[in-house]
């Protein structure tokens, strides 16, 4: 704890959209929780269609989820007051402290609502200071989107406003991360630019040595270091935000697939339809030894499937019009006629059943249903988001609810407050294939109904892989980044003396010295063109120590050795460096 009475604070920011701020952030939680540190995770603004519901009844996104699973805390709708749940590409359901309080269009948001949201946002985020060592914040996009500075409320607006210091992830395995890392610094306004501490290389393939006369560059370029080369990790599939492509990259195709028990492998088809939420119900399902998940959106891709399953969905009415047109609802039909497994989760659920009564998601009226589960459903204004316990197949099943469809079951039998017709099952319970005993008992019928000769391994604990994984992120700060220099700038808020790089930004309404050029501040202009004092890099503020008072110090002076005065020339090109990486050869 600080000598104010609030916890230390880091903000990780991107050069872009899936630059790896979650895993990051996940990382140096899981990392900080490990030497006793007591952390939270914060987003101010998430945009996702992957949510989860805490113990409260609070709806968040799942990354900050998995995020609080890393710190080993309770998630909390504290650590994600406001969630955008795209409903279009111009519409978002707009969450607020884990509440719909409506939807809006982009530009409705931006135009003047989000301001509002700022102070319950820094009030969300100075609540857990004060009751946690530290707080490990996550961005989005790029701090560097300059058309929507102006009402800020996750990256350098909310950095401001707390004072936190910021460390920017790259993705290296795009490629142009030098030029990302220095175009985001500086298109920043001045007083944006001194809270930028940093940089954090993310997927980095390769012998580091021949990276390290770049990052000294870099660092002659800003007068700011790289606290960390991570390197590429395959197979890690957490819980992420941003679509489709994550969860097929990180948690599909990227995972490597155990050897079946029994003698034949189980394939699992899921529609990847649009406005897709949750898909990481099928994670679990991905983890279990011979059997193979993938996405589809053709009707010949289901013919190998032993199941099919119909995923979550923003978009129910519009989510069955897209199977319709793509002939995936005929071969559901055929499917089911055939007895051939297939599972419906919430969206996915609603559609399979025989009609949609909807003036509130897509006001499209009575609609229709595919007919496979003798379901009605009615669209409700309130949400229903709940965490339900039951029982299915013998086994003790968890899961988590978030809808406004009603389900009226009129037959079949019972499954999770949903129902089974012959081998087509759908319920509202996301997360419900988490449960290991379930989902071994589930994969059994399903292959039985398949004529499959798989046998489920009977000792895989979904919950003790997502542990593991997040140890392997907590591995990789451990092991690839200054983790000293961190707890100083954890500790310490911005360092003093950071250099101001032009152009910057245009000032902010009534900020008239806040950007770059002509607007540039005394303090700014007093920088420019000098790199920080070595000494001051890591953070000069007044916190005090949020180690545990058990734990050895073993903090060590870092960035004393004297650059070049030519690397000191901003923002003009330095010479091949003569001084070592701050980054070990080790980080590779």
Excluded at 42 to 57: A, D, E, H, I, Y
Excluded at 289 to 305: S, T
Aim: net charge negative; with cysteine; proline share 6%.
């Amino acid at each position: 704890m600080t000598s104010r009475g609030r916890g230390g604070g880091l903000l990780i920011a991107g050069t872009t959209s899936d630059a790896g701020k979650s895993v990051v952030t996940a990382g140096i939680c899981r990392w900080l929780v490990r030497q006793g540190v007591k952390v939270a995770p914060f987003k101010g603004q998430n945009m996702s269609l992957n949510s989860f519901v805490t113990r409260q009844g609070a709806e968040i996104g799942r990354a900050q989820a998995m995020q609080a699973q890393a710190a080993r805390v309770e998630p909390s709708a504290l650590m994600n007051p406001v969630l955008l749940k795209p409903g279009s590409d111009r519409s978002s359901q707009v969450v607020l402290m884990g509440r719909p309080v409506g939807e809006m269009s982009a530009r409705g948001y931006h135009g003047g609502r989000q301001q509002t949201l700022l102070a319950t946002v820094v009030e969300c985020l100075e609540e857990l200071r004060a009751t946690h060592d530290a707080v490990i914040c996550e961005g989005a996009g790029s701090p560097a989107e300059i058309n929507l500075r102006r009402t800020d409320i996750v990256n350098m607006g909310v950095a401001r406003a707390a004072g936190l210091p910021v460390l920017v992830v790259g993705d290296i395995d795009r490629g142009g991360v030098f030029a990302s890392f220095f175009g985001t610094t500086a298109l920043l306004a001045a007083e944006d630019q001194r809270l930028v501490a940093g940089y954090l290389i993310n997927k980095f393939r390769g012998d580091v040595s021949l990276l390290e006369p770049g990052l000294d560059m870099l660092h002659g370029l800003t007068g700011r270091r790289t606290f960390g080369v991570l390197p590429y990790a395959h197979g890690l599939g957490i819980d992420e935000e941003d679509g489709l492509r994550v969860s097929l990259r990180g948690a599909v195709r990227e995972s490597v697939t155990a050897p079946p028990v029994g003698e034949d492998v189980l394939r699992v088809a899921v529609c990847a339809l649009p406005l897709m939420s949750n898909f990481t119900d099928v994670d679990a399902l991905a983890a279990e030894p011979g059997v193979l998940v993938r996405f589809v959106d053709r009707p010949e891709e289901l013919a190998d499937a032993d199941l099919v399953i119909v995923p979550g969905t923003r978009g129910t009415v519009r989510a069955l019009r897209w199977l319709q047109e793509r002939g995936l609802a005929a071969e559901l039909a055929r499917r089911a006629a055939a007895g051939r497994p297939v599972l419906g989760i919430c969206g996915g659920f609603q559609l399979l059943g025989e009609h949609i009564h909807d003036e509130v998601e897509s006001k499209a009226g009575s609609v229709t249903g595919l007919g496979l589960l003798p379901v009605r459903v009615r669209f409700a204004v309130e949400k229903t988001l709940a965490r339900p316990v039951g029982s299915a197949l013998g086994e003790r099943v968890e899961g988590y609810e978030i809808h406004h469809g009603v389900a009226e079951v009129l037959g079949g039998e019972p499954f999770l407050a949903g129902c089974r017709l012959g081998q087509v099952w759908g319920t509202h319970w996301h997360g419900s294939l988490e449960s290991d005993g379930f989902r071994r008992q589930f994969l059994r019928e399903v292959a039985r109904a398949a004529g499959r000769r798989f046998v489920p391994a009977p000792d895989t604990s979904f919950a003790a892989l997502r542990e593991e994984q997040l140890d392997r992120l907590g591995d990789l700060i451990e092991e690839h980044a200054d983790t000293d220099a961190l707890l100083r700038l954890i500790e310490g808020g911005p360092p003093a003396g950071l250099p101001f790089l032009p152009p910057g930004a245009p000032p902010l309404p009534g900020e008239s010295t806040a950007g770059g050029g002509p607007h540039q501040s005394k303090d700014a202009a007093a920088t420019e063109g000098v790199g920080p004092d070595p000494k001051s890099e890591a953070g000069t503020g007044t916190a005090s120590d949020i180690r545990p008072k058990d734990r050895t110090d073993t903090r060590t002076e870092y960035g004393t050795e004297t650059e070049p005065a030519s690397t000191q020339q901003l923002p003009g090109p330095s010479p091949l460096p003569h001084t070592h990486s701050h980054i070990s050869q080790e980080a590779g």
